[in-house]
């Protein structure tokens, strides 16, 4: 029986998570792009991964991973990621979901995902899906910049939905967006976003590698080592398709919430008089100069250039600590 969600439409975006989420608030009825999506949920981030059990061994990560549930917090929808141990069963829960027209996000490794054939793993792929085949053993999938829906076998979701990749491992994560507060105030709850981002950012922590601007400081300070580890092409190609390629709309998410700072000037108007959209376009700009260059090296004989990309980075972390704090002086 082939079941399919009633009045879902995809629409293609930049990033998995953002997608994702403006595509479920157009389906309540909620228009919000997603880059003002993106916005709520705090999105900016940054993660230094540096050890021999990762692939590669050095890595820059540029989103906050708590972008979703940051999200659903910001318009007063409890969330929390479940788990299902058991696989038959977490598709039965999903499909049941499905038959009651509500659509289910789910966390994913791209590796396993067919239309993606990649040769590398990702398991914080955030996809929806919105129907499924028990006659053929497909599921349908929304996901990011595809145009159309996407078919996936059963067999496939199974092994995406349960990837034990680092640094996470997937237990058939997901969540059903059964209903959305229909009265919340995007104003507050930019606001709230707005502080959150920048306080984020702003509090150097070592729980999950190197975070925040702190950690954009960090790798400044080690991109040398970089040359003498083995893998240092693929550390540096990886870094690069992080900052411009997988996802990020450009300029490691940085473009997208320049994106977000211009929408959301018509509810904050301090952000229109400071300026704030064009001062984060040029910090993307400079993530996207530090990409071309981390691209350039990959493509190198020899592991030269990380001097020049750790001078360049310290400017970011200069250019980004003053950004937030500056937007805390001016919202709070």
Request: aromatic share 12%.
């Amino acid at each position: 029986m082939k079941k399919l969600i009633t009045h879902w439409k995809h629409t293609p975006g930049r990033h998995c998570g953002s997608t994702a989420l403006s595509n479920l608030m157009h389906f309540y009825g909620h228009p919000l792009s997603e880059a003002i999506c993106f916005g709520l949920g705090a999105g900016l981030g940054f993660f230094y991964l540096k050890g021999d059990y990762f692939n590669p061994t050095r890595a820059l990560m540029t989103r906050s991973a708590g972008l979703e549930p940051n999200f659903f917090e910001a318009i007063s929808v409890p969330f929390s990621w479940r788990e299902e141990a058991n696989n038959a069963k977490a598709l039965s829960i999903a499909q049941k979901f499905i038959d009651s027209n509500i659509p289910v996000m789910l966390q994913t490794d791209i590796y396993y995902i067919d239309y993606y054939n990649s040769k590398t793993h990702f398991n914080g792929h955030i996809v929806v899906l919105c129907g499924y085949d028990d006659e053929k053993g497909t599921a349908y999938i929304s996901d990011t910049h595809w145009n159309e829906i996407q078919e996936l076998p059963f067999s496939s979701l199974e092994k995406a939905r349960t990837s034990k990749s680092p640094p996470m491992v997937l237990e058939n994560n997901y969540f059903e967006v059964d209903k959305i507060n229909s009265s919340f105030d995007l104003k507050p709850a930019i606001r709230t976003a707005l502080i959150k981002q920048a306080e984020d950012m702003l509090a150097d922590s070592e729980a999950f590698g190197h975070y925040g601007v702190g950690g954009i400081t960090a790798v400044a300070d080690d991109f040398a080592t970089w040359a003498s580890v083995k893998d240092w092409k693929w550390a540096a190609r990886f870094s690069y398709q992080i900052i411009e390629k997988r996802g990020t709309g450009g300029g490691a998410f940085r473009l997208m919430y320049s994106e977000f700072l211009k929408e959301a000037e018509e509810y904050i108007k301090e952000l229109k008089s400071g300026e704030m959209s064009g001062k984060m376009r040029k910090i993307a700009d400079k993530w996207t100069k530090l990409a071309d260059l981390l691209k350039a090296i990959s493509e190198s004989e020899k592991a030269t250039g990380f001097d020049k990309a750790a001078t360049l980075i310290s400017e970011i972390a200069s250019l980004e600590k003053k950004f937030y704090k500056d937007i805390l002086m001016m919202i709070k």
